[in-house]
């Protein structure tokens, strides 16, 4: 079992839908959690942190934490073609060290 | 503009050649890091560093070496670069607290022929 679990995909959505992304994770122990969206052929960059249960909102993007059940999860609302990538999930569960454990990435796919 | 630079940002090189991958950032972090990233794998962790003369090797064994003698420079070298090296190599760092944000590169795609 990995330690970072997320469904490759694709997802696809059509435009100006809610696009819903999970991710579980192993590690009761960790503390932080990190949503990055990667472009083929790009470096991933950050969308969301949340260190918390329950959401936290930026813009189109809400991120939910479950730390009982181990699940965080991503929401992209009213979703664009440039939304179409993949999002990595990552969880901190070192704090010394802050390493990040990423999942495999689900492809979205916005159809527009 | 604080930001993180890696060069070259594309190398194609022969079987046997030393090559090095330069990493700097200009946001005064203190702990840098590189992953080794396969097409459509996930981000692999080959090293790190907490601060200068600070390197620990990451979760996936990587036959690559790095340095930190200055705090915004990460460099990563292989000394005989082989075919098996073919990848992509991300370099990111993040402030010294537990839960910070890591900052990726734009990442240095390696052929090795």
């Known amino acids: 079992q990995k330690e970072v679990e997320q469904n490759s995909g694709p997802l696809s959505v059509p435009e100006g839908a809610i696009a819903s992304l999970n991710c579980t994770y192993s590690?009761?122990?960790?503390?932080?959690f990190f949503w990055y969206r990667q472009y083929s052929g790009k470096s991933p960059e950050l969308i969301m942190s949340?260190?918390?249960?329950g959401d936290k909102e930026d813009g189109r993007f809400t991120a939910q934490l479950n730390k009982a059940s181990q699940y965080v999860s991503l929401l992209i609302r009213d979703s664009q073609p440039s939304d179409s990538a993949t999002y990595l999930c990552?969880?901190?569960?070192?704090?010394?060290?802050?390493?990040?454990?990423f999942g495999t990435g689900t492809l979205l796919a916005v159809q527009p | 503009e604080a930001d993180i630079y890696q060069t070259p940002r594309y190398l194609v090189i022969g079987t046997g050649k030393k090559i090095t991958l330069e990493c700097s950032q200009t946001?005064?972090?203190?702990?840098m890091y590189w992953y080794q990233q396969d097409p459509g794998m996930e981000l692999h962790l080959i090293h790190y560093?907490?601060?200068?003369?600070?390197?620990e090797k990451g979760d996936l064994s990587s036959e690559s070496t790095v340095s930190r003698i200055r705090t915004e420079h990460f460099p990563l070298t292989l000394e005989s670069a082989r075919p098996s090296h073919t990848s992509q190599y991300l370099c990111?760092?993040?402030?010294?607290?537990?839960?910070?944000?890591?900052?990726f590169g734009p990442g240095t795609r390696l052929l090795v022929l």
């Open positions: 990111a760092s993040s402030e010294a607290g537990g839960r910070e944000t890591q900052y």
């Open positions: 590690d009761r122990g960790s503390q932080s």
């Open positions: 949340i260190y918390s249960n």
């Open positions: 990552a969880v901190n569960k070192d704090g010394a060290t802050n390493k990040l454990i």
């Open positions: 946001m005064g972090h203190d702990k």
């Open positions: 560093s907490y601060g200068v003369n600070s390197t």
